[in-house]
């Protein structure tokens, strides 16, 4: 794990991760402290796993799919995508991916970090189709995720980057 705020290099196999029975596994990359301006990790789904749930934010967020296939559910719109698919969610889009086909889907994802990044969780059923939505509207993560356990920092398993 990187420590304090200086350059570092650090491979995704060796790097800390996270696990999620519901949410799959990610990678940020980070030590203490994290990073200032961006935030980047990879994210390991397996079929019918959401990365999170269905969500808006007042930061941009942008996607890579960097291998095997997920569903993108943005703005009640459903997307099939696959590897070197982009996605750019501006300010306030809605959505969340849904791991899809046979096998694994790797994400990279990057996020803008700045004071007062607000996050909303709005009802919608086509994300509660797929695990991937709240019964109430809120804007409190706490409360979005609650019926969840929260994630465990585990290492990398084999097999989870192709």
């Known amino acids: 794990m990187p420590e304090g705020e200086g ?8 790097a800390r991760w996270w696990r999620s029975e519901a949410f799959g596994a990610s990678c ?17 789904l397996m079929p019918g796993q959401p990365n999170c749930m269905y969500h808006g934010e007042s930061a941009q967020e942008d996607f890579l799919v ?7 559910l943005v ?6 995508l696959k590897a070197w698919d982009f996605v750019h969610c501006p300010p306030w889009a809605e959505h969340v991916f849904v791991g899809a086909g046979t096998g ?3 994400l990279l994802m990057v996020g803008g970090r700045r004071p007062g990044i607000e996050v909303r969780y709005p009802v ?6 797929h695990g991937a939505g709240v019964e109430h509207e809120t804007a409190a993560p706490p409360e ?10 585990a290492p990398y398993a084999a097999g989870d980057l192709p």
Not at 124 to 129: K, N, P
């Open 104 to 106: 694994p889907c790797v």
């Open 7 to 14: 350059w570092y290099v650090v491979n995704a196999r060796e």
């Open 28 to 44: 940020d990359f980070e030590g203490e402290p994290r990073l200032a301006e961006l935030g980047v990790n990879v994210h390991v």
């Open 75 to 80: 703005e009640s719109e459903e997307r099939w």
């Open 124 to 129: 919608s059923e086509l994300a509660r189709r």
């Open 144 to 153: 979005a995720y609650a019926p969840f356990p929260e994630w465990q920092e």
């Open 66 to 72: 960097l291998s095997g296939e997920c569903l993108l």
